[in-house]
């Protein structure tokens, strides 16, 4: 998808793009895409793996499902298939993103990674450097998000062990694992989903639970936690939303705290909205918790040869490490000369308004928002983006402009 002009040179090919560059063929790309296609308008994706939703598809394990309902996780103007199950799982959730793409007729060119994305001032048009070819187009939109990078931590010892160390992005299943003792670092959604994989193919985890953490029912009494604090947060305040949201969990779940799982005294809402950290969606890790099959350990002091030290003073012996140290936004990496995102990869500009800077400069997927946050960002994208092609082109016609396609005028 998009109408380019291609111009050679000794050094490298210079594409003119009718529309906006779009950074990224995940859910987030594709959706300002179709949106952009709703309004008549052309884009062009560039995406530095093979194929659609490379984080799905690579760096995801086995069992994952959705943790919301799918009502939640739609990409705008096109929903899942009736026939698909409350929580999708990760092949159907890549289904759908196929089919999305093929609905609107989208068309990434693939295995171009963007080494730099600079706004040209004295020309006004954004030229994004990949590895064979230069970009230019009067708008860019980043739509690489928050998860683009694994996060590897800084443990001390960890380069000395023996055994197995990956990240969550290389792991498949617990099938690997079976009778041995795994060290997962972290207590999020993937390090429970984690551990209770292992230890549904008979390995012993050890979760590591050095932060606090909110853990909250998947559902309670048969409807989805999210979907209930949505329907409150219409009616109340939000601090009194999760006062309500921590009384079912303790009723449902009971205390977690001893279990090694200390709650934040932030609520689970507010927290997400500060900082981005999500609550744990608990799918059945916490029965393991309880029973004892999965061990939840504090912090790491070091790790040794074939184990590990804790804060506590323990020492266990140890044969795999699996980090759910979870991921993070690459954008300083490529995006030069721009201030509107910070050192960390986020934009400054806090929601809902982070997805428009200057110079026709967008974000999308930043939203610490999920899918539900992509669509509305998409959507605002494509109404702005149409506004000012449709004035370009008035202009163009006001001025008696020679050229005739329904594009606004590039450089040459």
């Known amino acids: 998808m998009g109408s380019c002009k291609v111009q050679n040179d000794k050094q490298t090919k210079s594409v003119l793009v009718h529309g906006p560059i779009i ?18 308008l052309p884009s062009l994706i ?54 999305y793409a093929s609905h609107f007729k989208i068309q990434p060119k693939f295995k171009q990674a963007v080494q730099t994305a600079l706004f040209d001032h004295a020309s006004g048009f954004w030229r994004v450097q990949t590895q064979d070819s230069e970009y230019i187009s009067k708008w ?41 003792k795994v060290l997962v670092i972290g207590c999020g959604n993937s390090g429970m989903e984690v551990s209770l994989d292992l ?20 559902e309670i009494f048969g409807f989805s936690t999210f979907g209930i604090a949505m329907a409150l947060l219409r009616w109340f305040p939000l601090r009194l939303v999760d006062k309500i949201l921590l009384l079912m969990a303790n009723i449902t779940l009971g205390n977690t705290d001893q279990l090694g799982l200390r709650r934040p005294k932030t609520g689970p809402i507010e927290l997400k909205n500060i900082t981005g950290k999500t609550p744990v969606l608990d799918v059945g890790a916490l029965s393991q918790i ?18 590990a030290r804790f804060t506590d003073g ?15 936004s690459n954008v300083p990496t490529w995006l030069k000369e721009c201030d509107f995102f910070t050192k960390d990869g986020m934009p400054k500009t806090p929601f809902p308004n982070g997805w428009k800077g200057e110079n026709g400069l967008y974000t999308v997927g930043f939203t610490r928002r999920g899918l539900q946050g992509t669509a509305l960002d998409a959507d605002k994208i494509a109404q702005d983006i149409s506004e000012q092609w449709r004035k370009i082109k008035d202009l163009n016609n006001n001025n008696n402009n020679n050229y005739t396609s329904n594009s606004p005028s590039y450089p040459t």
Request: hydrophobic share 35%; with cysteine.
């Open 314 to 328: 323990q020492e266990k012996e140890i044969d795999a490490i699996i980090l759910a140290t979870g991921y993070k």
């Open 140 to 180: 860019l939109v980043v739509a690489t998000g928050e998860n683009a990078e694994p996060v590897f931590p800084d443990v001390v010892g960890l380069d000395k062990f023996n055994g197995h160390v990956l990240h969550t992005s290389k792991y498949k299943s617990g099938s690997e694992f079976k009778n041995q």
């Open 290 to 307: 309880k029973s004892g099959k999965i061990k939840v350990v504090g912090g790491v002091k070091e790790i040794t040869k074939n184990g």
């Open 23 to 40: 950074v990224g063929a995940g859910p987030s790309g594709l959706a300002v895409s179709a949106c952009l296609s709703q309004q008549g």
């Open 199 to 218: 230890c549904r193919h008979n390995a012993i985890p050890h979760m590591v639970a050095r932060n606090s953490v909110h853990v909250l029912p998947r």
């Open 46 to 99: 560039l995406e530095r793996s093979d194929c659609l939703a490379s984080l799905w598809k690579h760096r995801t394990y086995d069992r994952l499902k959705l943790h919301l309902p799918k009502q939640f996780c739609e990409l705008p103007l096109f929903g899942f298939p009736g026939n698909f199950p409350k929580y999708p799982t990760k092949r159907q959730f890549i289904a759908y993103i196929e089919s």
